[in-house]
């Protein structure tokens, strides 16, 4: 419980900055650009440590480095709080990250080991919950308490769990003597490969839209770094009899094909989150409280459903399930591609609670499928590369959108704009209309230009929406070519 509740707080807090950029980036002088990194820093520390926590637990045991890692995430919280620049803010939210992206693997890792097989979906159903549950709430939290305490609060908050974290931590965990000798035998170079091109990785897909992708040497820098270190530590960890991670177990089929849809799964989750406040803030101009509430129809279903899906493990085949929860979580944003200037949050409501539904069926049963027939010793292993690969898709999903959202825009704007001329009767008509309200000609055309682009918009927005869609149905099929579970490691079968 204890380790659940440190990837709940760990996965939280990517998203609890978003709804308060706009007041962090105000306190701290700095730009929309500048406080872009206010949330890359985190995610770039958090995947750089996310693969090393396995080697960490053998190095310092489970025990001293949940505690470790705890405490340092509660202290970087508070410094966070107190940040005096962007500079600052900057190098205590990789702090953050970097001792939280620890707290993600363990809780995946914990479940593994130290629950028996036929209680194993239980304890996916708690590690579903800190992976769908905490960024679909995120924002909501974030924007609440902004509006009604002030931005330091969003992490203010994290101090009372986290108390109660490393007690938990201390009484459950049982002590174990540190192997300082595993220090000798340490893969250095596969460490060092993995953190830069993770780290290299992670940046070039934040930073890359805004700064115009390859048309910076700063991007294509990074790209290459990323490109480079990557290939070298797949080469080094195949030719290891001992490698950092196993990755041979993506060959395994159910893990293999479960990493795929876990991509998806990324996609699908943290794109959704992504274009949903935009579209809200950017066209039906929504504060951050109000598209909190349209995305807590979201979350808080979760919290009911979670719990269910084990149950529903007893009569349905985990498989079919799991392919039953990418198919809603599509069609929610397939449903959500028909955007018209009258779709606000009342009309996202419907669509919120369809994917309430289909996500606790995924994420408890997509990680049961995955490590089913994966051997103890490479628990670790398949922990760090399926948190790695989420969260991986949900970085590669929302680099696609921003670019997707701006190439679209121009597209539809480029054919709006053809259709607007003179002759023809509709656009003299609404001419006519804006002349007599604005006054002259001049603004008349600048109001139906913005007009022209919103719908623009709009229409990118939906093809963003479909992107996602098809990005999920792709997780389903590859879900569907599972091998069917053992009957031991379904909820309630004998030990």
């Not at 650009?33 to 985190?42: D, L, P, R």
Request: aromatic residues 10%; glycine residues 10%.
């Amino acid at each position: 419980m204890s380790v659940m509740l440190g990837a709940f707080m760990a996965v939280l807090d990517i998203q609890i900055t978003n709804s308060s950029l706009k007041d962090i980036q105000g306190a701290l002088s700095a730009t929309l650009e500048e406080g872009s990194w206010i949330s890359t820093s985190y995610l770039v520390a958090e995947i750089i440590m996310i693969p090393l926590t396995a080697w960490l637990v053998q190095l310092l045991s489970a025990r001293r480095l949940a505690v470790w890692v705890s405490c340092g995430f509660l202290i970087a919280s508070m410094l966070c709080s107190m940040a005096w620049s962007l500079n600052s803010m900057i190098v205590f939210r990789a702090l953050q990250g970097f001792t939280g992206g620890a707290l993600i693997p363990l809780a995946f890792t914990m479940t593994l080991i130290k629950l028996p097989l036929h209680h194993r979906a239980k304890g996916m159903a708690l590690f579903a919950m800190t992976a769908t549950f905490a960024p679909s709430i995120g924002p909501t939290l974030g924007g609440w308490l902004t509006e009604n305490y002030g931005w330091e609060y969003i992490f203010y908050i994290n101090i009372p769990p986290g108390l109660l974290m490393i007690g938990g931590l201390l009484y459950g965990l049982e002590k174990k003597a540190s192997h300082w000798e595993l220090l000798k035998s340490t893969d250095y170079l596969g460490i060092a490969t993995l953190a830069v091109g993770l780290g290299c990785l992670q940046v070039f897909l934040e930073e890359g839209h805004r700064e115009d992708w390859l048309e910076s040497d700063l991007i294509v820098g990074l790209g290459s770094i990323a490109l480079i270190s990557l290939l070298t530590f797949v080469i080094v960890q195949l030719s290891k009899p001992e490698p950092l991670i196993n990755l041979r177990i993506l060959g395994e089929r159910n893990f293999g094909l479960s990493s795929i849809s876990s991509i998806g799964m990324g996609v699908g989750l943290y794109g959704s989150i992504y274009l949903l406040p935009l579209y809200l803030a950017q066209i039906q101009g929504y504060n951050s409280q109000q598209i909190g509430e349209v995305i807590m129809w979201m979350g808080i279903p979760q919290l009911f459903l979670i719990p269910l899906v084990p149950q529903l493990m007893k009569v349905m085949p985990p498989k079919l399930l799991c392919a039953a929860g990418f198919g809603l979580f599509g069609f929610a944003s397939f449903a959500s591609g028909v955007l018209n200037l009258d779709f606000s949050g009342p009309q996202f409501n419907q669509v919120q609670l369809i994917r309430a539904l289909g996500q606790p069926m995924i994420m408890v049963t997509i990680s049961l499928i995955a490590t089913v027939y994966i051997q103890p010793k490479d628990a670790g292993s398949a922990s760090s590369l399926f948190n790695i690969l989420r969260n991986l898709g949900g970085a590669i999903g929302i680099a696609l959108l921003s670019t997707l959202l701006d190439a679209r825009t121009k597209v539809y704007f480029d054919y709006l704009r053809e259709a607007i001329v003179p002759s023809n009767p509709q656009v003299a008509e609404r001419m006519a209309l804006f002349t007599d309200k604005l006054g002259n000609e001049t603004a008349a055309l600048g109001k139906l230009s913005e007009i022209a682009h919103q719908q623009a918009t709009i229409m990118a927005y939906n093809d963003a929406f479909h992107f996602v869609g098809i990005a999920l149905t792709v997780s389903m099929i590859a879900v569907l070519l599972t091998k069917a579970l053992p009957q031991g490691a379904k909820p309630g079968a004998a030990h």
